[in-house]
């Protein structure tokens, strides 16, 4: 019988995922449910299937079967995209004591802080994975579907309905793997014999339940291969792991706690009792006070496939459930690393009861940290594929060069264009609802006709709408504005009195000014950059540009542009910025008329309202 390992260290593991991914956890067979993790169960039949087809027996006994020298672990979202230098990008379970004060709320809110309770405001539970330092969420991507599939209970064969959610392929998620052994020279040539496997099973590894249908490919490889060990169960943001003495403490649990009750039954809540439990025994001469917890039961069950049916369902401490401790004495990185590396509860070869001491979120409320979908990083030069796979970009021929592509190239982007462009004019319609007055909207529909004549192009239309709103000139000379084609001078009057609010610091402009500062030809480029979308107020025009811009490698706006489009688009859009301009305006048009017309029936349904906003009143 072996001896107990003397160390342990921890080995992470990068999952792509190459195919959706559908975990089976509920009870009922019909059902797949996939969480925002990866489960340690799944991971330990993917690693004994590579051995087995490799042949390897004696490793598959060690690693897999007794489980003394390799425990394995629920891989979290990566959110590798976003990520800030130096910061953590794993999202472990959001802790159970953070909320989101009210529907809409925009800040998270420690309820163990001292003033945190707040009568009469609904608190909404943070259901996002967050990363420790709570800088980022994960949005990790899902799809439903439903579809007919075979039976296998043996009864008639006929089609069963079945609906899966699974998770997208694409995604990246890390798992630690949890390394025990007699020294560190045993721990580092076991992870090498482990990345060794993978890398040979490379195409073929699978996690989860597929069946007949394609779910589950991955590719797993090492984080860093230069490094493959790790002391930490996580990615920690603080270099040291120290607490001081009376300092608070958070225990999170980052997996299902399988715990027992004094009786012998299933009980989420002997969280306590079991962390007690554990510092007693790894740390008794440090005395350990419980501030506060709380914990969530969850049901934990999986589907047998070797079986063909569900596996026995329990109860156990949910994921994110939070013990807030305060030691007598300091908490050294040592102490820190030699609790976490021993899980709570049962079946911890299966990946259950980890957990993590964290440091507890400031008392004050902290904003809610931005969305990130665990996606791969792309590295310059490469293009990231649906499946994670980042091959080098291919060179895209100069402008110019070829037509045919320069063609296609201009239509996808005018296409992907048109509907944010139409939707930024109705916002700017609707921002000068209150400022449009005395226009009326059949003067704006006299314009708009003028620019949509349909025997004219992009450039005469701009040039039209520049000559109908030139000022008539003072002397008649026997010739009325209309016989030139201008706008009277009483129109013009009120397209100086009508204001147009933009977005930022440029401010209202009279509308007359806005559209008359449209000049055919050179003029259109410098107005279309001046009232274009701009990426941080209105950033569904850059992301549209570049989901379809041959020029960006991973289909996303630019961050080292202040427009947010790759150069090439920025040359498309001077090209294009005729048409542009004509959209823009023709749809600001268009809107505010209705929008008028909207105002003008509400006005009416208010007796004796029409007449005073018409300066009039009951006479005498």
């Known amino acids: 019988m072996s001896s107990a390992p003397a160390v342990s260290a921890y080995l992470p593991l990068r999952y792509v995922l190459t195919d959706s991914l559908a975990v089976r956890t509920s009870f009922d067979p019909l059902r797949v449910d996939s969480e925002t993790v990866l489960g ?47 910061a953590p990008v794993v999202a472990h379970p959001p802790p159970a004591h953070l ?82 052994g007699p020294d560190h020279a045993f721990l580092r040539g076991l992870a ?31 984080v860093d291969p230069d490094r493959l060990l790790s002391p930490d169960r996580v990615e920690h943001p603080d270099a040291g792991r120290t607490r001081g003495a009376g300092d608070p403490v958070d225990l999170l649990l980052l997996s299902p706690a399988l715990l027992v009750g004094g009786q012998g039954q299933a009980r989420p809540h002997a969280l306590v009792p079991a962390v007690r439990d554990l510092l007693t025994r790894l740390l008794p001469r440090t005395p350990v006070e419980v501030v506060a917890a709380h914990v969530e039961p969850v049901l934990v069950g ?4 070797g079986y063909r049916g569900p596996m026995a369902q329990r109860w156990a401490a949910a994921p994110g459930s939070v013990v807030r401790l305060r030691p007598g004495r300091d908490l050294t990185a040592a102490h820190v690393r ?6 709570l509860g049962e079946r911890p070869v299966d990946g259950y009861g980890q957990f993590a001491l964290l440091a507890p979120p400031p008392g004050d409320p902290e904003p809610l940290p931005p969305p990130s979908a665990p ?31 320069d063609a296609l190239y201009g239509e996808l982007l005018w296409n992907a264009a048109a509907q ?31 620019l949509t004549h349909p025997g004219r192009s992009a450039e005469e239309s701009l040039a039209a709408l520049e000559r109908t709103l030139s000022r008539p000139p003072s002397g008649g000379g026997g010739r009325g504005p209309e016989a030139s084609g201008g706008l009277g001078g009483r129109a013009v009057r009120v397209l100086e009195r009508a204001r147009l609010v933009r977005p930022g610091p440029a401010g209202p402009v009279t509308v007359h000014a806005w559209l008359g500062g449209i000049r055919a030809g050179a003029g259109a480029p410098p107005w279309w950059r001046d009232n274009r979308p701009r990426p941080d107020r209105d950033p569904a025009y850059a992301r549209a540009l570049a989901a379809v811009d041959l020029a960006s490698p991973d289909g996303l706006p630019s961050r080292d542009r202040e427009s947010g ?23 600001w048009l268009a809107e505010a008329a209705r929008v008028l017309r909207t105002e003008g029936d509400r006005t009416e349904q208010v007796p004796g309202r029409a007449d005073r906003d018409r300066g009039g009143g009951a006479r005498r």
Do not use: N
């Open 302 to 305: 999986a589907y047998h496939r």
């Open 565 to 587: 489009l790759s150069a090439r688009a920025e040359q498309w859009e001077e090209r294009a910025s005729a048409r542009l301009c004509l959209l823009l305006v023709s749809s």
């Open 40 to 86: 340690g169960r799944a991971q330990r039949g993917m690693l004994a299937a590579a051995l087995r087809r490799a042949g390897l027996e004696d490793e598959l006994t060690e690693w897999v079967a007794r489980g003394e020298r390799v425990r394995f672990a629920p891989a979290h979202p990566r959110l590798e995209r976003h990520a800030r230098s130096g």
């Open 99 to 180: 909320y989101v004060p009210g529907k809409d709320g925009d800040t998270l809110v420690d309820v163990f802080a001292e003033g945190a309770d707040r009568p009469g405001v609904p608190f909404r539970a943070v259901r996002d994975p967050l990363t420790p330092d709570r800088s980022l969420r994960a949005a990790v991507r899902t799809t439903s579907e439903r579809y007919l599939g075979r039976s296998r209970s043996g009864g008639p064969g006929q089609g069963v309905p079945f609906f899966t959610t699974s998770l997208d392929p694409g995604q990246v998620f890390e798992a630690r793997w949890q390394l025990r």
């Open 375 to 405: 996606v791969p990083a792309r590295a310059g030069g490469t293009v990231t594929l649906p499946d994670g796979r980042s091959p080098a970009a291919p060179d895209l021929p100069e402008a110019g060069r070829d037509g045919e592509l």
């Open 192 to 222: 090498e014999r482990i990345v060794a496997v993978l890398a040979g099973a490379e195409g073929t590894l699978t996690l989860g339940s597929g069946g007949t249908r394609a779910h589950g490919g991955v590719a797993a490889g090492p």
């Open 420 to 450: 944010p462009v139409r939707d930024h004019a109705r916002a700017l319609a609707h921002a000068c609802a209150d400022t449009l007055a005395p226009i009326t909207p059949s003067l704006l529909g006299r314009l708009r006709e003028v």
């Open 338 to 343: 030699e609790l976490e590396a021993h899980p």
